[in-house]
């Protein structure tokens, strides 16, 4: 035991001492090819598709939509920029696609073929998903191998959790709109995901640091503008009134099925730690916000927050932990309103999947899904420990959550945890009966 307890002090003063040896180093600018197009599949469900796309060409560009050699559109879109830099965001929603069809986005500039790209628009009614979640996506730190991973996994929709951009890292300068751009734009150029040949259905929240720092609240001056910039970047509100129903800041809902999915905005409206407020977390508009979408529906409801729920040990942020006036308030609604909810959260550099306190009503699990690329080291999820863990990795990882209902009144989820290679680290599973609750 004592040799252990050593090991553990060893590594992290080991991660420690690293930390400090890279913050004195010069920033360097990350390599990235400007000629590749960065192309994002937003929600593509029911027969309709949202694109991104980042690229610094300035020939007019033509985005046409197959079906094998039959062309089903030639896509109208609308181009965002940024005074003083070279790349743009092309964005377009496509409408009357067929539906579980392979479909194929061909890129043209002045009339040459330059890239191309598949996808499907899915049912939305489906029995089964294959859901990914992913977390903390440093771009200097940015790891092929772990995308490619995932890529294989053929997931039916990604879930990203947060922290998908770092626009706090390596900085010279204080943090502003024109960084906030330029840190989009250098992750959407070097992440392996954003040049995959076959393009998945991906909805996106943020955390800290692709909001507007290490633990940055409402009281970022930027929060207006990052908001916008975070919109631009990601495919998913053009969606806003067909498929997304839009909430308070980038706060958004969507269903698949009897699964009803609310991506929070844990940042635009939070408060200082331990401030005492009554909606210190997500602010009484999105709170209201968050009961009025769950209180009429009867299925699964999934709450997606870039921030932990629960947990109370460790260095990391947590609801409970920071805000725990407002985390009462919180739970007390949840059991009134008796749900079987789903908490899903990214953050803390290393994964976790946790049953639910048994002070919430209906048993359940907090899946934590960091990190895809960025820094961990091994003794995390010790210095972490939470109550009720049925698995825990400190390895780069992502998850899979399989959704399947065979009844009606039934949900089984089956999540794994994979690291590079599709390698397997650990597994949970959990059935959910909507009609019988404890």
Known sequence: MLMRRRIFLKSIASAVALTSVAAQKAPKPIPFN????????????????????????????????????????????????????????????????????PLTLRVYGDDIQIDERTFSSISSQRNEYAIGLASCMRAAQHDKSIWASLEQQKTDLLLFLGDCVYVDYNLEVPLNPKILWEKFVETRMVLHFYHWKKLVPTIAIWDDHDFGGDNSNRTFPFVKETQTNFKNF?????????????GPGIACRFQLGNQLFLMLDGRSFRDAPKSGQLYSMFGKEQEDWIFDSINNFDGLVWLNNGTQWFNLKGYSESFRKQHTINFNMFVEKLNQANKNVIFTSGDIHFSEICET??????????????????????GLPAMNRSENRRGATSQINYIVSHTQQHLEDEIKIDNKCYTRNRRLLF?????YNLNKKR
């Open 34 to 101: 400007r000629d590749l197009f960065s192309i994002l599949l937003g929600p593509a469900f029911d027969g309709q598709a949202e694109l991104s796309i980042v690229h610094s060409r300035s020939e007019r560009i033509r985005y046409i939509i197959c079906d094998g050699e039959q062309i089903l559109t030639d896509a109208s879109y609308e181009t965002i920029t940024y005074p003083g830099n070279s790349f743009r965001i092309d964005k377009f929603l496509v409408k009357n696609l067929p539906i579980d069809t």
């Open 427 to 431: 597994t949970t599973q959990m059935t």
């Open 234 to 246: 990601f495919a998913q509100n053009l969606s806003e009134g067909s498929f997304i129903t839009p």
């Open 357 to 378: 306190p048994k002070f919430l009503k209906n048993l359940s699990l907090e899946i934590t899904s960091s990190c895809m690329h960025s820094s961990t080291f091994v």
